[in-house]
């Protein structure tokens, strides 16, 4: 649960925060060419950052309960997710590791990922993320006149995967290619959706923010990556 809720909001910013790109007014947008133009941009997107907000609904229960944090991207491979309300949390991949910490806990989960982090972050690069998704959805391109969002839907091809993932959305910002939203939606009816907001690309970010100095109380423990 931890890699799975990690790394699907991971992939859809690191996909779509990218799309600073215009648009030719009289060509028709489809998903084509609008991976076309992400794929030439990524090249040039050494960093970003943004703030997020999520939202975990329960398919059984009544309400759902909303987190708020930072995200932070280094190329080539250093990420951040601070959560900072209501609970602290902080994953930091940086070194090959993964490492979670649990301030309210005093506690920390490492393991390691660098040998999936050609897959990690093979995100960037538009193509190889469609190209990837591709091999286990289908996808959905939706052009609402009277909204300013596009929408990519993701249907899971087999009922293996939709045991785990049953559906996932993604809202693009038409006027600037920025991702407004995701959502995506587990086997059992759960939901998880993000708003990104303040998105910022390539502007300077200190090393030293991927950088998890843990205090000396914290219990560290590893785990193996599923």
């Known amino acids: 649960?931890?890699?799975?809720?990690?790394?699907?909001?991971l992939s859809a910013i690191l996909l779509s925060t990218s799309m600073t790109v215009e648009a030719a007014p009289a060509a028709p947008v489809t998903l084509e060419s609008v991976v076309k133009k992400v794929s030439a941009q990524q090249k040039a997107t050494r960093s970003l950052t943004a703030d997020f907000k999520q939202e975990k609904t329960h398919g059984l229960l009544a309400g759902s309960e909303t987190s708020s944090g930072t995200f932070l991207f280094s190329a080539?491979?250093?990420?951040?997710?601070v959560y900072e309300k209501p609970r602290p949390v902080t994953m930091l991949i940086a070194d090959g590791w993964?490492?979670?910490y649990y301030p309210s806990l005093a506690k920390a989960e490492k393991m390691e990922v660098k040998r999936f982090e050609d897959r990690i972050f093979k995100y960037l690069g538009a193509a190889g993320a469609i190209d990837e998704l591709g091999k286990y959805f289908n996808f959905r391109f939706v052009n609402p006149k009277n909204e300013p969002f596009y929408r990519l839907e993701l249907q899971p091809k087999t009922k293996t995967l939709?045991?785990?993932v049953r559906q996932i959305r993604i809202w693009i910002d038409k006027s600037s290619y920025l991702t407004s939203q995701f959502?995506?939606?587990e086997g059992n009816g759960n939901s998880t959706r993000y708003e990104f907001s303040n998105i910022k690309v390539n502007a300077p970010v200190p090393a030293s923010r991927f950088v998890l100095k843990l205090p000396a109380n914290v219990?560290?423990?590893q785990m193996k990556l599923n």
């Open 183 to 185: 959502e995506y939606v």
């Open 219 to 221: 219990k560290v423990e």
């Open 76 to 81: 080539p491979n250093k990420v951040l997710w």
């Open 98 to 100: 993964l490492t979670t």
């Open 1 to 9: 649960m931890l890699t799975r809720r990690f790394l699907l909001p």
């Open 162 to 164: 939709a045991r785990q």
